[in-house]
């Protein structure tokens, strides 16, 4: 069963404005990671931002920030501050710690950023 | 700077075709991952290994199958491939849970 679903196949967003991209998860687990990737036109993953599941505040990392929210299992992303660049496909991804093989991913969302 | 490097980067066989794709990581990491990536579709994790001992395989064919020598290198090794394997196969390290750092794939297409 998908564990993890992102709902957005698609997104356009201007050039400095902020963008959400939508991630909800399942699990049982008490310990587990989320996690947000980049894939370029190039086809390699990058990796943006980690949070875990008994992380207290929201996770950061420059213009990416994750808004966690447990009770509702729902870790999205917002991208401030949009450029060129950021056009990509972004993954939501989820470990369950325990487990080296629980790495799923989302179906993943296509950002296309315009001047 | 990825510290995984994957080659070849694209490659095209024939379905009688043996072959064999190479993930190599300078990360120190003690865990090295096979994804199959294919249109459409979300990352479909094939093999994990860690310490060198595979501690994963999710029903994958038998046409694939994985060598990791040491804990710097990962080995897919592809024979008598279908048509629909043709995807992007993403190698990826670890050495904690909160992180995994990809390679850069092969592009693979089965004719």
């Known amino acids: 069963a998908q564990k993890i679903t992102q709902t957005q196949p698609g997104m356009f967003v201007q050039e400095k404005e902020a963008v959400t991209l939508d991630c909800t998860y399942d699990?049982?687990?008490?310990?587990?990671?989320l996690f947000w990737y980049k894939q370029p036109s190039s086809g390699e993953m990058i990796f943006l931002i980690y949070q875990g599941s008994y992380d207290q505040q929201n996770a950061t990392e420059g213009r990416y920030s994750l808004n966690f929210q447990k009770a509702r299992k729902s870790a999205n992303l917002v991208i401030s501050a949009s450029q060129l660049g950021d056009s990509a496909m972004y993954f939501c991804?989820?470990?369950?710690?325990?487990?080296?093989?629980?790495?799923?991913f989302g179906a993943g969302t296509q950002v296309v950023v315009t001047p | 700077e990825t510290g995984v490097t994957q080659t070849p980067r694209h490659l095209v066989m024939g379905m009688t075709n043996k072959k064999s794709l190479k993930c190599e990581q300078h990360l120190g990491h003690n865990a090295m991952y096979w994804y199959k990536q294919s249109a459409k579709k979300p990352l479909e994790l094939m093999f994990v290994y860690s310490l060198e001992e595979r501690v994963e395989n999710n029903s994958v064919p038998s046409r694939f199958s994985p060598e990791c020598p040491n804990s710097s290198h990962l080995f897919l090794h592809l024979h008598t491939l279908q048509p629909e394997d043709s995807a992007l196969y993403l190698c990826?390290?670890?050495?904690?849970?909160?992180?995994?750092?990809f390679g850069p794939g092969t592009r693979l297409t089965v004719l």
């Open positions: 991804a989820m470990r369950e710690v325990d487990s080296w093989g629980k790495f799923q």
């Open positions: 990826a390290s670890s050495h904690r849970p909160n992180e995994q750092f």
């Open positions: 699990t049982s687990d008490p310990s587990y990671g």
